[in-house]
């Protein structure tokens, strides 16, 4: 018996919690019902007493989990490649295994080798070779049979790399891809077990890569040295069968000008000595290439001259400015962001330069918690795609997205620090730093007091009270809370709970609970007054926690008949807003003193709230008279100029009064979502009523 990938993702998902999971919150993460969770507990169950261990348990009131000998095993099973710790493979792990096979082994790419690489059948197989040949086919490579010899590949090697980086950046874009991983590592490395066996060669490279790091001035994250790795002994694995690839001669003057190169070639020179291998120029090339679009923990800017960075700093200052005018908020640490999206945008442009393939396992997830920033993100790229003269793909939008996240829901402390915590985390500095943004919202009195790789910290002696880690680590001496890099709400409360158990909260105190007594008894007859008493400890204790929740409503929620007017005219842009902001005041969601802070901006910054033709969007900071989020709609039959030029007169001004960073931004992403449709923006000028606008509304917010 095999586990299938679903139940194979339960089983994973329990081993590595270090308490135990109620069924509710399984199904949440899992997505599918109570009862499929507890059919596939049984065929989990039944796999494990196969395998000689102990099976999941559950413990009453606090959910399931895994004793610790089976726990310590499967780990010990993972880590040594267990044949039994498979699951069925899916379609698109087959045909990734088949396309590796082909490019890295191909004197044995024969069908009956697929077969007994994937466990499927000839006809299955024969399914998959034909997606495979036609995803070859849009490379720019042949995939064809030879009678006798077996499939064969022709095309350039240019080509052929392309796909294997691709290979790799989708296996580790599916960290439970464990047996995907393990067979391509084999293949790259003949006699290794799996993907967690450090070979004599592969642990020369990664050390290699470290000298590397140093001459750089920089960390790469975890994930980009296994991954470099990988691809180096794959390029030497290349030219010891005479498969060379050529970089054109103006790329390469611009490559050997780089420090990456330099780096590059003290891994290559090393390498030569070591196993007598000869990297020609192009090669070097090429892994500079990979090194340059190399994703970082940690970059040094001191050694960049100015002019190497005067580009890049450019196109984030915009990014920067454009963001905070599309989602309405002043950034206090923009020198900290800054720096933060070049360490991350000089790699990415050198990855879309050359055609480097980025490995986002959380590309999705991002996508589908913050849709809001991803698409306010999404709107500030075209600064990024001027300069590259490429389209940015989705992958890297989501990671951008982190840093920008990570800014916007910083708040500055107004509790004292209780625990002071570590944050291991391999994707990178805006992953990091987004995580820590999330926890340090999440828990009163967290402070995150630094965030490094697992590398680092398994070479340091922590001095904190927890470690939050994104990848299954030993706890050292303190506490250690796998956490996922973005948290949905069932892992919150999950964090919460550990944090709960880790340092016993304290107890709600007695009078407090004695005076909700004294008032119930005012007004009810109690029978059963100590289990009253109970119950109420634990709810109080229950409710507060640290979780804070952050709603964020929708525009119809906002923009309401109470809150759209029509005028055929004002005498000024002042007169405009504040006529605009008039149902606010009334529904005391601002101060009058709100209004001339708006207007005080534009006198300041100029009409920077023009955001587009016709369009104005005033606003102010929070602490400038803001009760409670609000927003008003008004509509000017006669245009009104904030300057004397054409593209700043306006018909449509819309008051935004924001309570913080974060609570406007779904509301105000459907706003810039229905007025980037032209159509929709001559239905709003020419509008008569509240009704025709709502309409319009509603249907942006159910798109």
Not at 463 to 475: E, M
Request: with cysteine; aromatic share 6%; charged share 25%.
């Amino acid at each position: 018996m095999v586990l299938d990938k679903r139940r194979a993702h339960l089983l994973s998902i329990i081993q590595q919690s270090s308490n135990p999971i109620p069924t509710k919150d399984l199904v949440a993460k899992m997505n599918v019902s109570q009862r499929t969770i507890y059919y596939d507990l049984d065929q989990i169950n039944s796999w494990l007493k196969e395998q000689n261990l102990e099976p999941i348990e559950n413990k009453h009131g606090e959910g399931l989990y895994l004793p610790d000998t089976s726990k310590s095993e499967l780990i010990l099973q993972k880590d040594e490649g267990f044949d039994d710790w498979q699951y069925q493979l899916s379609k698109q792990e087959r045909e990734v295994l088949i396309k590796a096979k082909i490019l890295l082994e191909e004197q044995d790419a024969s069908m009956q080798n697929f077969m007994d690489l994937t466990d499927m059948s000839r006809g299955t197989v024969a399914k998959v070779l034909k997606i495979v040949k036609d995803e070859f086919r849009q490379a720019g490579l042949k995939l064809y049979y030879q009678k006798g010899s077996g499939y064969r590949l022709s095309g350039p090697e240019e080509a052929k790399r392309k796909v294997l980086s691709n290979i790799l950046a989708t296996i580790f874009s599916h960290p439970e891809w464990q047996n995907v991983r393990n067979k391509v590592h084999q293949m790259i490395e003949p006699g290794t077990e799996s993907s967690s066996q450090e070979t004599d060669q592969r642990l020369i490279v990664r050390n290699l890569i470290f000298e590397a790091e140093q001459k750089l001035g920089l960390t790469l994250t975890d994930e980009m040295v296994e991954i470099l790795s990988l691809q180096i002994l794959m390029i030497m694995k290349r030219i010891q069968l005479q498969k060379y690839i050529v970089v054109e001669s103006e790329e390469k003057k611009v490559l050997q000008q780089t420090d990456a190169y330099q780096a590059t070639l003290l891994i290559t020179n090393k390498l030569k000595d070591l196993w007598e291998v000869s990297f020609p120029d192009d090669e070097i090339c090429f892994i500079t290439m990979k090194l340059l679009g190399s994703k970082v923990q940690h970059d040094d800017f001191s050694r960049y001259t100015e002019r190497e960075l005067s580009g890049l700093r450019d196109v984030v200052h915009r990014m920067i400015s454009d963001f905070q005018l599309y989602s309405c908020v002043v950034f206090d640490d923009k020198k900290g962001l800054e720096e933060n999206l070049i360490s991350h945008i000089k790699p990415t442009f050198y990855r879309l330069k050359y055609g480097v393939k980025i490995a986002n396992d959380l590309a999705s997830s991002i996508q589908e918690n913050y849709q809001d920033i991803f698409h306010l993100t999404k709107r500030v790229m075209e600064h990024l795609e001027h300069y590259i003269g490429e389209s940015i793909p989705d992958e890297e939008v989501a990671y951008i997205t982190l840093h920008f996240g990570g800014w916007l829901t910083k708040e500055k402390k107004q509790v004292e620090t209780k625990y002071r915590a570590i944050i291991v985390c391999e994707n990178g500095i805006g992953t990091s730093y987004m995580l820590r943004t999330q926890l340090e919202n999440l828990i009163a009195g967290l402070n995150v007091i630094n965030t490094m790789s697992i590398r680092e910290y398994q070479s340091i002696e922590p001095n904190a009270d927890v470690v939050f880690s994104t990848n299954y680590i030993k706890a050292k001496d303190i506490p250690v809370i796998h956490v996922p890099a973005i948290l949905t709400n069932v892992e919150k409360e999950q964090i919460i709970r550990r944090m709960n158990e880790l340092f016993k909260t304290k107890q709600i105190e007695k009078d407090s609970i004695d005076m909700v007594m004294d008032v119930i008894e005012q007004y009810a007859t109690i029978h059963q007054k100590d289990e009253l008493k109970r119950e109420l400890v634990h709810l109080l204790e229950k409710n507060t926690s640290m979780l804070k929740e952050l709603r964020k409503p929708m525009l119809n929620e906002l923009l309401t008949e109470q809150t759209i007017q029509f005028k055929d005219y004002v005498s000024s842009w002042e007169t405009a807003i504040e006529t605009a902001a008039q149902p606010l005041i009334e529904q005391q969601s601002i101060q009058p003193q709100y209004i001339q802070a708006m207007i005080d901006n534009v006198n300041e910054l100029g009409p920077y709230i023009v955001i587009a033709p016709g369009i104005a969007i005033p606003h102010a900071r929070p602490e400038a008279g803001v009760e409670k989020l609000g927003m008003s709609f008004l509509r000017l039959k006669e245009p009104v100029y904030f300057s004397d030029k054409d593209k700043h007169r306006v018909q449509l001004v819309i008051i935004l009064a924001a309570i913080d960073n974060q609570t406007h931004l779904k509301a105000l992403a459907q706003l810039t979502e229905m007025l980037s449709v032209e159509e929709n923006v001559e239905r709003l000028i020419s509008a008569s009523d509240p009704e025709s606008v709502i309409e319009l509304v509603n249907k942006t917010v159910e798109v």
